[in-house]
């Protein structure tokens, strides 16, 4: 907020108004913004703030997941202005993560392509590590999507 204020303080805002023919049809009232040094976040309502409220990677990774497998309005890349991209390193250094997160996608038959990345990238590497065994049916059908997916683009 300081790019738009000099300082720290309560600052009295202009009221917006919109006139035709030069006279005024419309205004609002005058406010009184408080501008502080750091944003305080009072309601974590979009993805962005949740990663800010959350103290340790862990429990960032622990929100992600609970609002992809439990949030019924959670859809790909929108809800919450959430973006998959955003978790791209979650995905990449975090392999329990990486996962939980395709099995909690794949229950609700969702496959970004981010993920899907992600998930191809890995997967040599994952798909002979004893944790995984039971993990692996999820995991093949994630790639084959993928394939599939790449195959229609590249005929059609």
């Not at 790019?3 to 009295?12: D, E, I, T």
């Not at 975090?94 to 038959?109: I, P, S, Y």
């Not at 999507?145 to 683009?153: I, L, S």
Request: charged share 30%; proline share 3%; with cysteine.
């Amino acid at each position: 907020m300081l790019f738009y204020f000099p300082q720290v303080g309560k600052f009295q805002h202009c009221p917006s108004s919109i006139s035709q023919d030069n006279v005024v049809t419309a205004k609002s009232e005058m406010i009184v913004l408080e501008v502080g040094k750091k944003r305080v976040i009072q309601e974590a309502i979009t993805f962005k703030d949740m990663m800010m409220t959350a103290k340790t990677a862990d429990l960032k990774k622990q929100k992600i997941l609970d609002l992809v497998k439990n949030d019924p309005v959670f859809h790909l890349n929108h809800h919450l202005e959430f973006r998959f991209q955003d978790i791209t390193w979650f995905m990449m250094e975090d392999k329990m993560f990486l996962r939980d997160l395709v099995m909690a996608l794949a229950e609700r038959g969702m496959y970004p392509e981010e993920v899907v990345n992600v998930a191809v990238i890995q997967f040599k590497k994952l798909i002979k590590e004893k944790e995984f065994v039971a993990f692996r049916e999820d995991y093949i059908k994630l790639v084959r999507y993928f394939f599939n997916r790449t195959a229609k683009k590249v005929q059609g």
